[in-house]
């Protein structure tokens, strides 16, 4: 007898697939830390503490930082392109120079600042909202990129741009010095003296500026003298304290004035004193926070004075960038510069040294912070 057929059991529904999570709501900014508020941006404010995944995420939704992660990403990638073909082909396709020859080791120093300057101010703006210990991490880290770059600029000057000056030739100098002031003085050896201080002043420079700054970031302890006066104007000094190393150009400002730079390269000249132009117009809109602050709320997403201060500094290195690489032509067609020709441990050792220091600095804030944190919760219980 044949046996009847079973029926076949229904397969369950499949469950329907979950939605995708909405991004979360942004803020205003008497609903974040205060950590978190910058003067005069009233909302647009990221949900801390954030996921890597929501701050990365962030970059594609209009909240106060996402121009600022923009303004460096573009101008980064841009820089990662224009470098990747000077250090790997060297400035003249014709005639490739090994990525290691001794002439190009100052552009690896430079071309590391730049990159690294965008790269930290990115990491900084994406990820500023995934806890307060990062933050500060974050901003410390761009801090020490700057300072590191500045150091980079000057590398890079020291065996670019400065052997070509007629300044800081003694031959030119001397007889300048003695017509116009009539001074008989032995140009030579101040001159030597400069050359053995200058990279020693920057290096210096980088380490204490970096420290000056983290020391603006950082929350005083309650209490303390003059916290409050010491963190009135953060903003302004940190421009300050970054403004000091770029007077370690001023042998090239000088040349303009004494040996009519202008006439000998006019190029030089014209983007040397641009760049100039736009780092004031850049330090200007970060110290004054205009236009935010003739209208708080206005510019939050679009428009406000960190974005802009972004755009001229991109505009400054801009140029800075293009006499520097006019600066390395000249150097492989001219003999070594009194000091030497460019060695690994006078140019990438001293970077790497600075990364070690530096690295110090930040470290020491980092666990200043954690303690005044664990200090503050012991208190409140």
């Not at 990403?73 to 990525?99: H, Q, S, V, W």
């Not at 210990?133 to 500045?150: E, W």
């Not at 300050?240 to 000088?254: D, G, M, N, Q, T």
Request: proline letters at 8%; charged letters at 15%; hydrophobic letters at 50%.
């Amino acid at each position: 007898m044949a046996r009847r057929a079973q029926p076949r059991a229904r397969a369950a529904p499949a469950a329907p697939a979950p939605a995708p999570a909405a991004p979360a709501a942004l803020l205003r900014w008497d609903q974040v830390p205060e950590d978190f508020v910058e003067r005069f941006i009233l909302s647009g404010y990221r949900r801390p503490p954030s996921s890597a995944r929501e701050c990365l995420a962030s970059v594609l939704r209009p909240t106060n930082e996402t121009l600022n992660f923009w303004t460096h990403f573009i101008p980064l990638l841009l820089f990662l392109g224009r470098f990747g073909r000077l250090l790997l082909l060297g400035p003249d396709a014709a005639e490739p120079l090994p990525f290691h020859h001794p002439g190009l080791l100052p552009l690896w120093c430079y071309a590391s600042g730049v990159l690294l300057t965008f790269a930290a101010s990115c990491a900084a703006h994406a990820f500023g909202s995934a806890s307060r210990r990062l933050r500060a991490a974050l901003f410390y880290l761009d801090y020490a990129s700057i300072s590191y770059y500045g150091f980079g600029s000057t590398v890079a000057y020291y065996y670019y741009l400065l052997p070509g000056l007629r300044l800081l030739d003694a031959r030119a100098l001397a007889p300048y010095v003695r017509q116009r002031l009539g001074w008989r003085v032995d140009c030579a050896r101040a001159l030597a003296a400069y050359r053995a201080l200058v990279l020693p002043v920057a290096f210096a420079l980088a380490v204490g500026c970096t420290a000056a700054c983290c020391q603006s970031r950082a929350r005083p302890a309650a209490g303390a003298a003059g916290a409050a006066g010491a963190r009135a104007h953060p903003a302004a000094l940190r421009t300050l304290v970054f403004a000091l190393p770029l007077s370690l150009a001023c042998p090239i400002a000088l040349e303009g004035a004494l040996f009519d730079l202008r006439a000998r390269d006019p190029a030089l000249f014209l983007r040397f004193h641009r760049r100039y132009l736009w780092l004031a117009v850049a330090a200007f809109f970060n110290v004054s926070k205009i236009p935010e602050r003739l209208q708080p709320g206005l510019f939050d997403v679009v428009g406000h004075s960190h974005q802009l201060f972004h755009i001229f500094t991109f505009l400054s290195i801009y140029d800075q960038a293009h006499y520097v690489e006019d600066g390395l032509r000249r150097s492989l067609r001219r003999a070594p510069p009194p000091g030497g020709a460019p060695t690994f441990a006078g140019t990438v050792g001293a970077m790497l040294l600075l990364l070690l220091c530096l690295g110090l600095v930040v470290r020491r804030f980092l666990r200043q912070g954690a303690a005044r944190a664990r200090a503050e919760r012991c208190g409140d219980q």
